[in-house]
T-cell receptor, first 113, second 114 residues
Framework: AQSVTQPDIHITVSEGASLELRCNYSYGATPYLFWYVQSPGQGLQLLLKYFSGDTLVQGIKGFEAEFKRSQSSFNLRKPSVHWSDAAEYFCAVGLSGNTPLVFGKGTRLSVIA | GAGVSQSPSNKVTEKGKDVELRCDPISGHTALYWYRQSLGQGLEFLIYFQGNSAPDKSGLPSDRFSAERTGGSVSTLTIQRTQQEDSAVYLC????????????FGPGTRLLVL
């Protein structure tokens, strides 16, 4: 069965510092990988996705993620965090873009001055 | 609007009552998904509609849960005889039918069962 692990439940970073959110998945084939962000009281917004090709993908709001097949990982990074990045971040995996996704339990990001 | 809409945004009900949650997908999207987001369980897939195919109901937690999609557009998720453990945020998403597509999520319906 597919599964997604986000090891960090809560991370606090200072504004302007770099950020890395970890995501590991268990899957029988090359998965379709996604990162979504959820602000309080809001739905999920897609940050970026990996389907194939270049393993370093760029997303919105200055985020990027790198697919590492050997480590079954798809970590999300941002070089300089802004206070508005405070939110919950979800990693997800699917057979394709239009099949049900399996989500990690999320990482809550707090940003301090 | 251009996005996925859901109604109501909040619903409070008493244990044992039935509830209906509505999802209006993005126009032209052939695929529609229901997920549930609850404390401790994270986001879980419930049911998936793709075009005119039979829905994938493999994520429904019990036979108290059902969903239909009329005319390939609007979907209604029905929970019968609600229980307190049904309290959660119910999220709807839609997408075009191709494998390279991505799911667009609605704002969710927050359900509280007293």
């Amino acid at each position: 069965a597919q599964s997604v692990t986000q090891p960090d439940i809560h991370i606090t970073v200072s504004e302007g510092a770099s950020l890395e959110l970890r995501c590991n998945y268990s899957y029988g084939a090359t998965p379709y990988l996604f990162w979504y962000v959820q602000s309080p009281g809001q739905g999920l917004q897609l940050l970026l996705k990996y389907f194939s090709g270049d393993t370093l993908v760029q997303g919105i709001k200055g985020f990027e993620a790198e697919f590492k097949r050997s480590q079954s990982s798809f970590n999300l990074r941002k070089p300089s965090v802004h206070w508005s990045d405070a939110a919950e971040y979800f990693c997800a995996v699917g057979l394709s873009g239009n099949t049900p996704l399996v989500f990690g339990k999320g990482t809550r990001l707090s940003v301090i001055a | 609007g251009a996005g996925v809409s859901q109604s109501p945004s909040n619903k409070v009900t008493e244990k044992g009552k039935d509830v209906e949650l509505r999802c209006d997908p993005i126009s032209g999207h052939t695929a529609l998904y229901w997920y549930r987001q609850s404390l401790g369980q994270g986001l879980e897939f419930l049911i998936y509609f793709q075009g005119n195919s039979a829905p994938d109901k493999s994520g429904l937690p019990s036979d108290r849960f059902s969903a239909e999609r009329t005319g390939g557009s609007v979907s209604t998720l029905t929970i019968q005889r609600t229980q307190q453990e049904d309290s959660a945020v119910y999220l709807c998403a839609s997408s075009f039918g191709g494998p390279q597509e991505t799911q667009c999520f609605g704002p969710g319906t927050r359900l509280l069962v007293l």
